[in-house]
């Protein structure tokens, strides 16, 4: 127990009614945790309050670990042909709102043929600017006319390539490594089509098993990990087979997918707001007006099959992440997230899990995710139980980041 002697300048403790640990829910004395140099010191019984520089008392809260989301777009997709300058100062009001909500990690699944997400990790660990930490995969590494072409008509009319194109073995492993020049931690790629691009649909499979096959080993002998964007099952399976470190979405995929995804322990985020902002609002004609048609329509016709996932996906031994697709929606939506995934009929302790040592497990991250010793010092609040009331996600009124107090009630 810390006394007199070990306590140090600026010693902060933090003390609530419940505590999430990471992997569950503690109450009474420990809900205590002691943060000193940008780390965790103690937590629980062994934190004494006596001694603090600082006591936060939250009464009515639950303590958890700083929040990750392991799939945002912080860059605006629809700032994609504008200057890199603009499309980086949009940026910041998002870091900004999704450090709010709590969440101090986000893992960046990339933009058009920028690397701006790059720029925004240096410039976040530097401290000039506000926001989560970011892990960063710069770019969608995409087939021509695939999810990552972004403005085909202007490569048919003038030859001009929107988007980080490749196709072919050699051009699929020229673009991994042209990722990892930019400094990638992690390659993300399309195997099948998407909601909105505007040359394919979601049930389509863009990328042959030997492009996969080369692209991910590719990213893997340079000591990258992979992420897939595939919503089907036979792109969700090519790229299983090709040996993905995680899946983004797969929301048309079936009961034999999400087993194999299991049987390989192959982590999905599967992003069910992301699907829900839109699905919801099919019968909105203002929630349309200035979105692309096509968008609407491949929805329309998909959202059967996306509401039949998620509940099968509830059912399935998956392990679960928590991303939200943040960018494709407003990022202060982004807690929303842990609300729909439990009205999927997944457990609140899953939901939570995904969203703290979870999300640290697939990000290699063992000093985040988890309130123990040793660990980097985030820590968030929310006034309530999240395992009664997952709304109180969306209330974050303290949030500490590296040791520093960012948001406070």
């Given at each position: 127990?810390?006394?007199?002697?070990?306590?140090?300048?600026?010693?902060?403790?933090?003390?609530?009614?419940?505590?999430?640990?990471?992997?569950?829910?503690?109450?009474?004395?420990?809900?205590?945790?002691?943060?000193r140099g940008g780390r965790i010191a103690a937590v629980g019984r062994d934190v004494d309050t006596a001694w603090a520089t600082t006591t936060v008392a939250l009464p009515g809260h639950t303590l958890l670990p700083g929040l990750i989301d392991c799939h945002v777009h912080v860059l605006d997709e629809a700032l994609v042909t504008e200057p890199i300058g603009v499309q980086v100062l949009w940026a910041l009001p998002a870091m900004r709102a999704l450090l709010d909500n709590g969440f101090t990690t986000v893992r960046d699944l990339g933009s058009g043929d920028y690397s701006g997400s790059v720029d925004?990790?240096?410039?976040?660990?530097?401290?000039?600017?506000?926001?989560?930490?970011?892990?960063?995969?710069?770019?969608?590494?995409?087939?021509?006319?695939?999810?990552?072409?972004?403005?085909?008509?202007?490569?048919?009319?003038?030859?001009?390539?929107?988007?980080?194109?490749?196709?072919?073995?050699?051009?699929?492993?020229?673009?991994?490594?042209?990722?990892?020049?930019?400094?990638?931690?992690?390659?993300?790629?399309?195997?099948?089509?998407?909601?909105?691009?505007?040359?394919?649909?979601?049930?389509?499979?863009?990328?042959?098993?030997?492009?996969?096959?080369?692209?991910?080993?590719?990213?893997?002998?340079?000591?990258?990990?992979?992420?897939?964007?595939?919503?089907?099952?036979?792109?969700?399976?090519?790229?299983?087979?090709?040996?993905?470190?995680?899946?983004?979405?797969?929301?048309?995929?079936?009961?034999?997918?999400?087993?194999?995804?299991?049987?390989?322990?192959?982590?999905?985020?599967?992003?069910?707001?992301?699907?829900?902002?839109?699905?919801?609002?099919?019968?909105?004609?203002?929630?349309?007006?200035?979105?692309?048609?096509?968008?609407?329509?491949?929805?329309?016709?998909?959202?059967?099959?996306?509401?039949?996932?998620?509940?099968?996906?509830?059912?399935?031994?998956?392990?679960?992440?928590?991303?939200?697709?943040?960018?494709?929606?407003?990022?202060?939506?982004?807690?929303?997230?842990?609300?729909?995934?439990?009205?999927?009929?997944?457990?609140?302790?899953?939901?939570?899990?995904?969203?703290?040592?979870?999300?640290?497990?697939?990000?290699?991250?063992?000093?985040?995710?988890?309130?123990?010793?040793?660990?980097?010092?985030?820590?968030?609040?929310?006034?309530?139980?999240?395992?009664?009331?997952?709304?109180?996600?969306?209330?974050?009124?303290?949030?500490?980041?590296?040791?520093?107090?960012?948001?406070?009630?």
């Amino acid at each position: 127990m810390p006394s007199a002697a070990d306590s140090a300048p600026g010693d902060l403790v933090v003390v609530a009614d419940r505590l999430w640990d990471g992997e569950q829910l503690h109450a009474d004395r420990h809900a205590r945790v002691l943060v000193r140099g940008g780390r965790i010191a103690a937590v629980g019984r062994d934190v004494d309050t006596a001694w603090a520089t600082t006591t936060v008392a939250l009464p009515g809260h639950t303590l958890l670990p700083g929040l990750i989301d392991c799939h945002v777009h912080v860059l605006d997709e629809a700032l994609v042909t504008e200057p890199i300058g603009v499309q980086v100062l949009w940026a910041l009001p998002a870091m900004r709102a999704l450090l709010d909500n709590g969440f101090t990690t986000v893992r960046d699944l990339g933009s058009g043929d920028y690397s701006g997400s790059v720029d925004l990790r240096r410039a976040q660990a530097e401290g000039i600017v506000v926001g989560p930490r970011l892990i960063t995969a710069p770019n969608l590494l995409s087939a021509r006319g695939g999810h990552g072409e972004k403005e085909p008509a202007l490569a048919t009319r003038f030859g001009l390539r929107v988007g980080t194109l490749g196709d072919g073995v050699a051009d699929v492993v020229r673009r991994v490594r042209e990722q990892a020049r930019a400094g990638a931690d992690w390659i993300k790629f399309a195997a099948g089509g998407g909601f909105s691009s505007p040359a394919d649909d979601p049930a389509a499979v863009t990328y042959s098993q030997s492009e996969m096959d080369a692209l991910v080993g590719a990213a893997h002998d340079l000591g990258l990990p992979c992420a897939v964007h595939a919503f089907n099952d036979e792109a969700v399976r090519r790229a299983v087979r090709a040996g993905v470190d995680s899946v983004e979405h797969a929301n048309l995929a079936g009961e034999e997918t999400f087993a194999l995804l299991a049987d390989r322990g192959v982590p999905l985020v599967p992003t069910l707001h992301g699907m829900a902002h839109f699905t919801g609002r099919l019968d909105d004609d203002e929630f349309w007006t200035g979105r692309l048609p096509l968008v609407r329509r491949k929805f329309r016709a998909h959202a059967d099959r996306i509401r039949a996932s998620a509940r099968l996906l509830a059912d399935s031994d998956v392990t679960l992440v928590f991303g939200t697709d943040a960018g494709t929606f407003p990022h202060p939506d982004n807690w929303r997230e842990f609300v729909d995934m439990v009205n999927a009929g997944i457990p609140p302790e899953r939901v939570l899990r995904a969203a703290t040592s979870g999300a640290a497990d697939l990000l290699k991250r063992p000093d985040l995710g988890r309130l123990r010793p040793g660990g980097v010092a985030d820590l968030v609040a929310v006034p309530g139980d999240p395992l009664t009331t997952m709304d109180v996600m969306g209330r974050v009124d303290f949030v500490i980041q590296d040791g520093a107090v960012r948001t406070r009630p």
